[in-house]
């Protein structure tokens, strides 16, 4: 088993990073009252996204595709109603038509692909590129769509191909996939032990004990609740069993009314499988007020536990209806104030692991999950000033596949260590979940302008370098 190695002085010393500014903490050059001019001129050189030639390694076909999709996910009527406007069209054409239409088309610009060899050929093709693939399996359940426990078995059938999928291929070297919870404990429960955890703490040993077979009794639930938790807790040691030491299983957060149960069955499986390196990771949502306190919670709670945490740091995607929900039940409001706010929060908990890591590389590991280009400027700033090894494992970049090629690609020919979040399956299986992920990112995917610029800049010249070959030139499309 392996032992602390943070002290108890070093812990308080994190912790009073997240009360004496966000953003100066650790290397005192980039201030709140800072213009942007002034933060650029302590970035890498090297590291910029204004090069169209980051998108060279792109076929024409996936350039103009990418455009054409890029310029309706710009339009905010289509973005905000496009699981109606898609069910409409889906209602219309029928199921067969509707995915001849979308297979070329979105379907193809952000999904991996349905069959053994569509998933493989882009694979390939993103290893050729020099990034890596995180699988995504498009399941998820929110309040009221609960399916049951045979469902529940269903998903978990699912997750475990997906673990054997990541691990069998020679994709990564380093092999990563995603996990929602809610694919395998029912939304409602993980309310209910919200709710329990607000007034009482459970023991993780006790839950590492149930996801072992021991029949548990939980404060608080009722029989029927206790036995689904208890089924749940072993499915999640099943995924634990097939993935240690061979994939590394990020789970996502979702919304503040089931987070803390989250959180729990996360840490638990931490404390089981993540004795000896990071193989189960949790995620925390800088847009939220409170993250900062849960990610140092979340690095006290592995030093007295001591086992090793990994760490998947986001922005968070479900702003609008986190505010609609507090101000329908009173409550004050969970998301931070501003953009502005949100940066500082994100670039603070940067700090924080960046730090750990430049200490103890092998206890702690992070990918800084991100589309925005000045966190990942500063990610790669700060790597540097801390001699952290860019490809070494302990420090990763992650982007929605599909979306920010311009600077996923950038960083991999930089030597960093880059994934892609990549969902697969037929386009029935996928829709919801893409669906809901245009939802939440709606203001990325308005926001691609300079994504959008980019690519028409290189097609633009292509068609140039085309029209001279035409004339006699010598280089061809």
Same mark, same amino acid.
């Given at each position: 088993m392996m032992t602390s190695r943070l002290s108890l002085h070093h812990f308080l010393t994190l912790r009073s990073l997240c009360t004496t500014g966000p953003r100066t903490q650790a290397s005192g050059q980039l201030k709140r009252s800072s213009s942007r001019a002034a933060q650029a001129d302590s970035l890498p050189v090297m590291l910029t996204f204004e090069d169209?030639?980051?998108?060279?390694?792109?076929?024409?076909?996936?350039?103009?595709?990418?455009?054409?999709?890029?310029?309706?996910?710009?339009?905010?009527? $289509?973005?905000?109603?496009?699981?109606?406007?898609?069910?409409?069209?889906?209602?219309?054409?029928?199921?067969?038509?509707?995915?001849?239409?979308?297979?070329?088309?979105?379907?193809?610009?952000?999904?991996?692909?349905?069959?053994?060899?569509?998933?493989?050929? %882009?694979?390939?093709?993103?290893?050729?590129?020099?990034? !890596?693939?995180?699988?995504?399996?498009?399941?998820?359940?929110?309040?009221?769509?609960? %399916?049951?426990? !045979?469902?529940?078995?269903?998903? $978990?059938?699912?997750?475990?191909?997906?673990?054997?999928?990541?691990?069998?291929?020679?994709?990564?070297?380093? +092999?990563?996939?995603?996990?929602? *919870?809610?694919? $395998?404990?029912? +939304?409602?429960?993980?309310?209910?032990?919200?709710?329990?955890? %607000?007034?009482?703490?459970?023991? $993780?040993?006790?839950?590492?004990?149930?996801?072992?077979?021991? +029949? *548990?009794?939980?404060?608080?639930?009722?029989? *029927?609740?206790?036995?689904?938790?208890?089924?749940?807790?072993?499915?999640?040691?099943? /995924?634990?069993?097939?993935?240690?030491? !061979?994939?590394?299983?990020?789970?996502?957060?979702?919304?503040?009314? /089931?987070?803390p149960a989250l959180s729990l069955v996360t840490m638990a499986m931490m404390k089981k499988f993540n004795q000896d390196s990071a193989w189960i990771w949790n995620t925390y949502q800088c847009y939220l007020k409170e993250s900062q306190s849960l990610l140092l919670e979340a690095v006290r709670l592995s030093i007295n536990e001591s086992f090793c945490l990994g760490v998947k740091l986001v922005r968070g995607a479900y702003m609008d209806k986190e505010r609609n929900l507090a101000k329908k039940?009173? !409550?004050s409001d969970p998301v931070h104030e501003s953009w502005e706010h949100t940066n500082d929060s994100y670039n603070g908990s940067l700090d924080i692991v960046l730090k750990l890591i430049s200490q103890d590389p092998q206890r702690y590991r992070i990918i800084v999950a991100t589309h925005n280009e000045m966190s990942v400027q500063y990610a790669a700033l700060r790597i540097g000033e801390l001699g952290i090894d860019r490809d070494g494992g302990s420090v990763c970049f992650g982007?929605?596949?599909?979306?920010?090629?311009?600077?996923?690609?950038?960083?991999a020919q930089q030597g960093y260590s880059v994934y892609k979040s990549v969902p697969y399956g037929s386009v029935n299986d996928t829709l919801p979940y893409l669906v809901r992920r245009a939802q939440e990112n709606r203001t990325v995917l308005q926001g691609i302008r300079k994504e959008r610029d980019l690519l028409r800049r290189e097609v633009r010249r292509r068609i140039m370098q085309r029209l001279k070959w035409q004339r006699g030139g010598e280089e061809t499309i």
């Open positions: 169209p030639s980051a998108f060279r390694v792109k076929t024409f076909r996936e350039l103009v595709r990418a455009l054409g999709v890029f310029q309706l996910c710009s339009v905010p009527i $289509l973005v905000n109603n496009c699981g109606k406007l898609m069910s409409i069209a889906q209602t219309l054409l029928g199921k067969r038509s509707f995915s001849i239409v979308i297979r070329p088309s979105v379907y193809a610009q952000f999904v991996a692909g349905e069959s053994d060899r569509e998933i493989a050929q %882009s694979m390939e093709k993103m290893s050729s590129l020099g990034l !890596r693939p995180m699988l995504a399996v498009p399941i998820e359940e929110d309040l009221g769509e609960s %399916s049951g426990e !045979r469902q529940y078995d269903q998903n $978990l059938a699912s997750m475990l191909e997906c673990v054997n999928m990541s691990h069998s291929n020679a994709w990564s070297k380093d +092999p990563m996939m995603q996990l929602k *919870i809610t694919a $395998l404990i029912s +939304p409602e429960l993980c309310v209910k032990l919200t709710s329990i955890l %607000s007034e009482q703490q459970y023991d $993780l040993n006790l839950l590492v004990r149930a996801m072992e077979g021991e +029949p *548990i009794s939980f404060p608080g639930l009722l029989e *029927i609740e206790n036995e689904h938790f208890l089924r749940g807790l072993q499915r999640l040691n099943k /995924i634990g069993e097939a993935s240690a030491n !061979r994939v590394r299983v990020l789970v996502d957060a979702e919304y503040t009314y /089931i987070n039940k009173g !409550r982007q929605l596949l599909g979306m920010c090629d311009h600077v996923s690609l950038t960083l």
